[in-house]
Structures are given as structure tokens and as C-alpha cells.
């Protein structure tokens, strides 16, 4: 099911094998996505042909200046008929919420997407609802132009297990999503090849995946450094590390395992702790970037003989 899922999600979304991996990495460990790059290189497309193939609700909101919480997050409306406050449900009510250029709204909006990411819930007027499974965000912004945006807290960011930047395609792919262009393949033709219950069904077996005391103690020491690195005013925080070992267990199990490898944890600790540091500014002026200040990182830990 995961082949197939993966083979369908790249016949639409071309030449970016790497980002559909991750992606659905996060999928399957329960996390969210932040896709960072420049505009039109398919970044709306992953997301719905992700909710076409495993046939769940696909909702799409457009950060803008005025976009209000309850946009987000819903509202009650008093029914005359009834003399009773009626909750109407706001975007968050899907299971894959597309959430557009996050960073072009204002910080109160931003953050009310805190609780449904970090609790699977929303809480309006003080009673609380849960939101429908397997839920997701992929949030998407531009690193290029920053007029009229609002950065994204350190808190915000932590709530995503990873932080993705697809890029362009090579030639060869460019010319091939051309050609489908023509033929009139794109996201809306993207047929499904599983259901929400399978993807639950699987999140439950990510979570029984093996994981060594000696890996685990891998996981750890590379958090840990990015705590002391002198180039990072800003290291990985304990969820750091829950998300490093849970995105560890789904990579594992994509690749067909039911226990992890050092190389699993290695493939999925940029991603994941790419947003989650900040670099001195002594750093930033050297030319360091985080992701070779986590690169160094990673060479100079000591990987497991098991």
C-alpha cells in the first residue's frame, strides 16, 4: 500500500521523490509539514493529491492580513429557533488542512492553529471539538519576500515535525510534468489507493517500531549537542526529540523494517530540526547556515555499533 501510495503521489507531483518521502513520513508519525520555497513549484498540488490518494477531506485556507481566527478555527451563532448557540465549523474541520502562506497573517490568527496541531482539537467559546482523523497541516510560505509578512514564533515552528523546501525540478522532470500538463494529468485526476482507516492503521504500527536503548541514546546526544554548539543561540527542544524518534520509526517502516536503523534517524534529523535552531550571529556572518552547523553535528556524534 505504501508503493502504491508513493508511485501515485509521484506521477502527479514529479521529480521530487525525496519531499513525497518526508511528507509522508510525517503522514504516517502524526506531524505536520512546513513547505518553504519560492511560489509555483507544487507545493498546493502535494497537498491535495496527498488527501486525493488517501481519500480524506482536503481544506484550503488563504492567509491574508485579515484573516480571522474564527476563519480557522469556527464560531457559534445564536439560533433564534432554538434559543442555542450552534457551533459552525471553520477550515480545521478537515483531515488535510492546507494552510497558504501562514507567515501573511497576523500572529493571533497564527496562533490558533496551536491547539488542533498540538491537541487534534479546537476550543470555541469554551467547549471543546475534536477534529476528524488522521489530521494534518501543511502550512506553506515564501522565504523571498518578507513585505507584509509575519515571522512565525519559535513556538509555532516547533509544532511541526519537519520543514521542507522543494525546489526545482530538473530538466528531464520539468519537460515530464509539461507533457502531463498537456495530457491533462494534475492533482484533481489523482485517483486514491488507500483510506483514512489505513493510514490510522499504519500510524499504529509506526508506533510499535523498534527502537534500541543504544539508538535512543543517539537520538538524544544529537539534540543535545544543538544545545551546545557554540555557532546555535537556539537548540532542539524535548519535543525535538520526540519528533526525531517517531519521524525515525516511519522512515523505518517505508523502508519495509520494523525496527530502527542510525541511518533512518540520520535521513530525517535535518528536516526535523532545521527550523528549530537559530544561529549567533557571529554564525550567520561567518556564512554558517543550520543546516551545516547540523550537518558538522552529525559527524562529530557517535553512531551506535548495534
Known sequence: MIQKLRARINSIFVGKEDVVDN????LLAGGHVLLQDVPGVGKT???RTLADSIRCS??????TPDTLPSDVVGTTVY????QTFDYHEGVVMHQILLAD???RTSPKTQSSLLEAMAEGQVTVDGTRYPLPEPFMVIATQNPIEFV???PLPEAQLDRFMMCLSVGYPAKEQELVMARNFLAGADAEAAESVCKAEDILHMRKKVSEVHISEGILSYMQNLVDLTRQDSKLQLGGSPRALLALVRASQAKAYLSGRNFVKPDDVRDVFLPVLHHRVLLTAEARIGGETGDSVLTALMRT??????
Do not use: D, H, S
Open 58 to 63: 482536503f481544506g484550503r485556507i488563504q492567509f
Open 79 to 82: 439560533n433564534m429557533k432554538t
Open 301 to 306: 556524534a557517535k553512531i551506535p555499533k548495534e
Open 148 to 150: 507584509g509578512t509575519y
Open 45 to 47: 498540488t502535494l497537498a
Open 23 to 26: 511528507v509522508l513520513v510525517c
Open 101 to 103: 502562506e501562514i507567515n
